[in-house]
């Protein structure tokens, strides 16, 4: 149904259709009689599972390894709808510690199945988010990603940070740690491995008992990804690989990444930079994802995002050392029921290799 319905909603601006969203999510959450009719509905019809999805990801028991990441529920109002959709975990924000209200853009590229944003970290402040997203579904696995507010030096951002894992403290299966925006005054990110050193030193100290991944960009250069996984080893951290790319901008970076948006559209949106996620992504992450679980020997917990849109593309993640993935795009351009179709198409692909369950087939194409 969704692929008559996509047209009408792309006739919306992308801010608009994702609105949009989130109040017909907080409806079908709601206790009205009609909401919980609609909503025994959605879990009917989304719903699928088998045994051969069920793992763990840092300890954490997943039904399956398909998660929604963070980005599309910034202050975690359709933590439920996502559940019953039929994910096996949700990553909501980016949180930071103040309220940010910066002006969010979305642009939609269908001929490359992708997707510009600049949401500017725009979120609603951890104590919002927690009074909020603490209503929602126990006893489903979220996670929690948490961004510096904009504009902070780098010490005031460190701060800025602790508070925000401080005050959701044993509330969240796992925190993630977004390093690679560039919100400093003066531009730096967390990705540069001395910072990030100092960043792990002070969450180490909070003594946390959650795990703790790191987010990373794929625009890192693969000797600052060794020196990151380097510093990230002492303080036994996951990671997720990857966020968007900000390298799309320039004419051969447009042609590296095969775009095939018109260079017209692409000049008008890249004046002022944003990520890109979405099938042009896919080698990209897939290859870093690669890198990294060589460089770890398969013995730290990684998620795989970027440029996942089938089922195909879901099992190679996991074959490239993914112990879980998580789907942002994908999701606008295939509906509500990308988690279903993931998750039928990936039992399938395991029952056509003679394979029981997702486990024996994470990082067999990296070693």
């Given at each position: 149904?969704?692929?008559?319905?996509?047209?009408?909603?792309?006739?919306?601006?992308?801010?608009?259709?994702?609105?949009?969203?989130?109040?017909?999510?907080?409806?079908?959450?709601?206790?009205?009689?009609?909401?919980?009719?609609?909503?025994?509905?959605?879990?009917?019809?989304?719903?699928?599972?088998?045994?051969?999805?069920?793992?763990?990801?840092?300890?954490?028991?997943?039904?399956?390894?398909?998660?929604?990441?963070?980005?599309?529920?910034?202050?975690?109002?359709?933590?439920?709808t996502f559940h019953d959709?039929?994910?096996?975990?949700?990553?909501?924000?980016?949180?930071?510690?103040?309220?940010?209200?910066?002006?969010?853009?979305?642009?939609?590229?269908?001929?490359?199945?992708?997707?510009?944003?600049?949401?500017?970290?725009?979120?609603?402040?951890?104590?919002?988010?927690?009074?909020?997203?603490?209503?929602?579904?126990?006893?489903?696995?979220?996670?929690?990603?948490?961004?510096?507010?904009?504009?902070?030096?780098?010490?005031?951002?460190?701060?800025?940070?602790?508070?925000?894992?401080?005050?959701?403290?044993?509330?969240?299966?796992?925190?993630?740690?977004?390093?690679?925006?560039?919100?400093?005054?003066?531009?730096?990110?967390?990705?540069?491995?001395?910072?990030?050193?100092?960043?792990?030193?002070?969450?180490?100290?909070?003594?946390?008992?959650?795990?703790?991944?790191?987010?990373?960009?794929?625009?890192?250069?693969?000797?600052?990804?060794?020196?990151?996984?380097?510093?990230?080893?002492?303080?036994?951290?996951?990671?997720?690989?990857s966020n968007t790319t900000?390298?799309?901008?320039?004419?051969?970076?447009?042609?590296?990444?095969?775009?095939?948006?018109?260079?017209?559209?692409?000049?008008?949106?890249?004046?002022?930079?944003?990520?890109?996620?979405?099938?042009?992504?896919?080698?990209?992450?897939?290859?870093?994802l690669k890198f990294v679980?060589?460089?770890?020997?398969?013995?730290?917990?990684?998620?795989?995002?970027?440029?996942?849109?089938?089922?195909?593309?879901?099992?190679?993640?996991?074959?490239?050392?993914?112990?879980?993935?998580?789907?942002?795009?994908?999701?606008?351009?295939?509906?509500?029921?990308?988690?279903?179709?993931?998750?039928?198409?990936?039992?399938?692909?395991?029952?056509?290799?003679?394979?029981?369950?997702?486990?024996?087939?994470?990082?067999?194409?990296?070693?």
């Open positions: 149904m969704y692929q008559y319905i996509r047209p009408l909603l792309f006739c919306l601006p992308p801010r608009w259709a994702h609105a949009g969203a989130i109040r017909a999510a907080q409806y079908i959450q709601s206790e009205h009689t009609g909401s919980r009719f609609i909503r025994e509905h959605v879990k009917e019809r989304y719903e699928f599972s088998h045994p051969s999805l069920r793992t763990y990801l840092a300890g954490i028991q997943l039904d399956n390894p398909i998660g929604l990441a963070a980005g599309f529920d910034k202050n975690g109002r359709m933590i439920d959709l039929g994910f096996g975990f949700t990553e909501i924000g980016s949180v930071t510690a103040e309220l940010v209200r910066s002006t969010s853009e979305y642009f939609r590229l269908p001929q490359d199945r992708a997707l510009i944003n600049r949401a500017r970290l725009r979120n609603e402040g951890a104590f919002f988010v927690k009074e909020n997203s603490l209503l929602r579904t126990l006893g489903y696995p979220i996670g929690l990603n948490v961004a510096a507010t904009p504009g902070k030096t780098e010490q005031n951002a460190m701060d800025d940070m602790m508070y925000t894992i401080h005050l959701f403290d044993h509330h969240y299966r796992y925190i993630t740690l977004n390093v690679s925006c560039p919100n400093t005054t003066d531009g730096k990110t967390f990705e540069e491995p001395a910072v990030l050193d100092d960043l792990l030193a002070e969450v180490q100290k909070m003594r946390l008992n959650v795990p703790v991944f790191v987010k990373v960009s794929p625009d890192v250069e693969n000797d600052q990804l060794e020196r990151i996984v380097e510093k990230g080893g002492k303080y036994h951290v996951g990671y997720i690989i900000k390298e799309w901008i320039s004419d051969e970076q447009q042609k590296r990444l095969g775009l095939k948006t018109s260079a017209r559209k692409l000049g008008r949106i890249g004046k002022d930079g944003g990520g890109l996620s979405g099938l042009p992504l896919q080698q990209l992450a897939e290859e870093k679980y060589r460089l770890t020997q398969g013995n730290v917990p990684l998620i795989g995002v970027g440029g996942i849109i089938d089922a195909e593309s879901a099992y190679r993640r996991i074959k490239a050392g993914a112990t879980a993935i998580q789907i942002l795009t994908m999701l606008i351009y295939q509906g509500p029921g990308a988690a279903k179709m993931l998750k039928e198409g990936i039992v399938e692909l395991m029952q056509r290799d003679g394979v029981h369950s997702i486990n024996e087939i994470v990082g067999i194409d990296a070693r």
